[in-house]
């Protein structure tokens, strides 16, 4: 059964960073592209980012370009979302979420996390 | 960026009866690299995370039931639900995975009358 856990989700100021990380099991990580998509409460689902399964090539929304850097680690069965800067429209449940693809630049996405809640304010 | 636009955005139906979801592409979902259409369906129960119900418009995925079903091709697509039961209530998307950045439609918010 593919398990996705994300962690690291909290209540941080504007301008401060934060880490997400994700752990996979129930299917072999390194053959799939990974991505990060986010929830506004309340709103609709916002693709961020995405990364392809041997991390040579990676995507991101106009809206965290420049501020967010998405990794994997694939020994680690792992995913991983740098956030820098965070703002306040960055406030939202971060997915993590698996492609059906090694390419992360098709092919959509199957298999979403439960989400972990990121709060940004003073 | 593809912009996807769904209608209705709310849709209340009677027990037994049947629901219909557009979505519309700003721009043709077929994949140059493959001939493949990765135009997805995600139901999202209330305090649920998204899942997939249909992928490449028609297929639907292993434990979805086959009242579920999903149509179209180039820019028009469809989700049909050929009888509407109590656990159908929540909000359904549609998302192209053919060009980056990856888009989602608005959500149509699914009840029962």
């Known amino acids: 059964e593919v398990q996705l856990v994300e962690s690291g989700g909290d209540l941080v100021q504007p301008g401060r960073s934060l880490r997400l990380s994700c752990a996979a099991s129930?299917?072999?990580?390194?053959?799939?592209?990974m991505h990060w998509v986010r929830q506004a409460p309340g709103k609709g689902l916002e693709w961020v980012s995405g990364?392809?399964?041997?991390?040579?090539?990676?995507g991101y929304a106009d809206s965290v370009k420049g501020r967010f850097t998405i990794s994997r680690d694939n020994a680690k069965n792992s995913l991983y979302l740098q956030m820098d800067s965070l703002r306040p429209e960055d406030t939202a449940f971060y997915y993590c979420?698996?492609?059906?693809?090694?390419?992360?630049?098709?092919?959509?996405?199957?298999?979403w996390g439960r989400g972990t809640l990121v709060i940004v304010s003073s | 960026d593809v912009v996807m636009t769904q209608s209705p955005l709310s849709l209340s139906v009677t027990l037994g009866q049947p629901a219909s979801i557009s979505c519309r592409s700003s721009q043709s979902l077929v994949y140059s690299g493959d001939g493949n259409t990765y135009l997805n369906w995600f139901q999202q129960r209330p305090g649920q995370s998204p899942r997939r119900l249909t992928y490449k418009v028609s297929n639907r995925d292993s434990g979805v039931p086959d009242r579920f079903s999903g149509s179209g091709s180039g820019t028009d697509f469809t989700l049909k639900i050929s009888r509407v039961e109590a656990e159908d209530v929540g909000i359904y998307y549609c998302m192209q995975g053919t060009n980056w950045p990856y888009t989602f439609g608005q959500g149509t918010k699914l009840e029962i009358k």
């Open positions: 129930g299917f072999t990580f390194d053959a799939y592209a």
């Open positions: 979420v698996k492609s059906p693809a090694r390419i992360a630049s098709a092919g959509a996405v199957d298999y």
């Open positions: 990364i392809s399964w041997i991390s040579d090539s990676r």
